[in-house]
């Protein structure tokens, strides 16, 4: 799962191949798939539509798959979130 945004309740859609941050019900999140490739993870689109930045700190877009380095991102593991309860 990821999460772009704060409230939890944000999750990632795609209207129309366009990648939006948004509070929507969690059926509606975009479901995705990690491929494992040199140097990292692809993550594609049910669609087969690819997650792409042109540089760091890049708008996120999606494109069709293509051999792109732009297409190759690294995950880290942060921990659990902090809660303050």
């Known amino acids: 799962m ?3 945004a704060y409230p939890p309740a944000a999750g ?3 209207p129309e191949d366009k990648v939006c941050v948004n509070s929507v019900p969690r ?3 975009a479901q995705f798939t990690f491929e494992r490739v040199i140097g990292g993870v692809k993550i594609l689109s049910d669609k087969g539509l690819a ?3 042109g540089h760091r700190g890049a ?3 999606l494109v069709a798959l293509k051999p792109e380095f732009q297409e190759t991102w690294t995950l880290e593991y942060v921990g659990p979130s902090e809660t303050t309860e």
């Open 2 to 4: 990821i999460h772009l």
């Open 12 to 14: 990632i859609v795609v």
């Open 27 to 29: 059926s509606a999140w």
């Open 51 to 53: 997650l792409r930045a």
């Open 59 to 61: 708008q996120i877009e």
